[in-house]
């Protein structure tokens, strides 16, 4: 986890308003993965951005939510009009995304996730 | 559609006993990780595996990826309680990570 910071580390929203959650990559690392996770599941991806650009969506919901990655400063994970089934712990990753041989490793390393509860 | 399962979901052992946990799919990753997330925390990769037929071994820890490349195993040797989270398996393919749903292990004293 070393690196990847993402904060605030626990938000309580209420029903209605916006959440933002801010993560920062490793040094060096330019690509940012977003998941969410519910309580003894597996991660969810939601969505996959370089800098600047977004390059895979398929897993953000088509409303309320929505990703930046800008030049300068952290990536955000934005939810409007949070409802109580946004509750979740929402994890960001990294990755250098090294060529290694004729393979591409997609190794990611994880922040320690920011815990959004909505009441 | 489920593209990595994991088993078992739930596992429960005491101190000293050995483990294997399995990660299963139909697809051909051409990378696969394995991970260990403790609660409230994120996961900690463990370890990436590239080729079919791969072994890693770290400390206690063996992980294989199969030789097709679809599936993958960790097997903890005389488990520990410190051994005690939920282990992810996460699968690359086309650029993108698909993880399983996890097995939580506890390990009794």
């Known amino acids: 986890n070393a690196g990847v910071m993402q904060n605030p580390r626990h938000l309580v929203r209420r029903r209605g308003q916006e959440a933002r959650l801010r993560c920062s990559p490793m040094?060096?690392?330019?690509?940012v993965y977003w998941y969410r996770q519910l309580p003894e599941e597996g991660l969810k991806f939601m969505v996959y951005?370089?800098?600047?650009?977004?390059?895979?969506e398929s897993g953000m919901p088509k409303e309320r939510f929505s990703a930046e990655f800008p030049k300068e400063g952290p990536s955000i994970l934005r939810i409007q009009q949070v409802v109580r089934g946004d509750s979740a712990a929402y994890f960001c990753a990294s990755s250098p995304w090294v060529l290694a041989g004729e393979s591409r490793t997609d190794t990611q390393y994880f922040g320690p996730g920011t815990r959004l509860t909505v009441l | 559609t489920q593209l990595l399962e994991q088993s078992p979901q739930f596992l429960s052992i005491q101190e000293g006993e050995n483990l294997t946990v399995y990660c299963n799919s139909s697809?051909?990753?051409?990378?696969l990780q394995w991970y260990r997330q403790e609660p409230g925390e994120g996961p900690v990769l463990l370890v990436t595996v590239v080729t079919g037929g791969e072994v890693k071994k770290l400390k206690r820890l063996t992980f294989q990826f199969g030789d097709a490349r679809k599936d993958s195993s960790l097997h903890i040797t005389a488990a520990q309680p410190g051994d005690t989270g939920l282990y992810l398996c996460?699968?690359?393919?086309?650029?993108?990570?698909?993880f399983g749903d996890g097995t939580t292990l506890t390990v009794k004293p």
């Open positions: 951005l370089q800098k600047e650009n977004i390059i895979d």
């Open positions: 996460a699968g690359v393919r086309a650029g993108k990570s698909t």
């Open positions: 040094k060096g690392h330019s690509h």
């Open positions: 697809s051909v990753f051409s990378s």
